[in-house]
């Protein structure tokens, strides 16, 4: 799959990365659907269907920034309204027990207990912040984790409390994963992963990040390796070129 990136400014924040790392993503999910629709699976993805959208939602540290960039450039109303809803899921989540060794769990991606995690959350019921009558309010800027979670079969195995797990195809590249890889090489910090609720009161925290900058040609580049070596790990991976 060639394509071809045009690098206009010098220096480059973490958040400036994600928008060329959404139209990646876009592409691999097209092709990707394509070659499983191609082989005959049936894939029930579909606007309005939205069981997925209580699962816990894991953000790179890019996407984070920028998420928050892109918050506030909305008119008030409307961003008001997205920051109240992830201040009151929060909110639920920090009301949990066991609330603080499963957030410390959670902080470092690739740990064991990530997929204990991620049943803890399931079990809370929370929908989504970004969720508003079956729809997600940020659909262009949804996180990676979200392009990048696909399934095949029934929509019926994605409830919660489904007894059969969902039949998650897995995507020949992780472009959430290349920004984690990309992010810990550039900061020299290790991979980390914030809960979509908790993301723009962790971005408070975080602001000093966010204003650091790179220069952006050795960025893009830095990038466009790891998503290669990554892609070059699995067999099933279309070519990428540049
Ligand atoms: S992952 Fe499951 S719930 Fe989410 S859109 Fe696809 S079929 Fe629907
Ligand atoms: S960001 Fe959008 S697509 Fe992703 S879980 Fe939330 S509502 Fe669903």
Redesign the pocket.
């Given at each position: 799959m060639p394509f071809h990136i045009n690098v206009a400014v010098e220096k480059a924040t973490l958040a400036d990365i994600v928008p060329l790392a959404r139209k990646l993503s876009t592409k691999l999910a097209i092709a990707f659907l394509a070659g499983l629709r191609g082989n005959g699976q049936s894939?029930?993805?579909?606007k309005g269907?939205?069981?997925?959208?209580s699962y816990l939602i894991p953000l790179s540290v890019p996407e984070v920034f920028r998420l928050r960039e892109e918050l506030l450039e909305m008119p008030a109303e409307n961003s008001s309204r997205i920051f109240q809803s992830c201040l009151d899921t929060a909110k639920r989540i920090l009301d949990k027990k066991f609330r603080t060794s499963y957030l410390k769990s959670f902080s470092k991606s690739g740990q064991p207990r990530i997929n204990q995690v991620s049943k803890w959350y399931g079990g809370l019921e929370l929908a989504c912040p970004f969720l508003s009558d079956g729809l997600c309010m940020l659909y262009e800027q949804r996180p990676f984790a979200c392009r990048e979670?696909?399934?095949t079969g029934s929509?019926v195995s994605?409830q919660t409390d489904h007894r059969d797990e969902?039949n998650v195809a897995p995507m020949p590249v992780s472009i959430l994963e290349v920004l984690g890889q990309l992010t810990a090489e550039l900061e020299q910090s290790d991979i980390e992963a914030v809960m979509l609720p908790l993301a723009f009161a962790w971005a408070q925290d975080n602001l000093q990040r966010a204003e650091r900058t790179w220069p952006a040609v050795a960025m893009v580049k830095r990038f466009v390796e790891i998503l290669k070596l990554t892609a070059s790990k699995n067999s099933a991976a279309p070519v990428l070129s540049t």
């Open positions: 894939v029930p993805c579909c269907c939205c069981a997925c959208c979670h696909i399934v929509a994605c969902p």
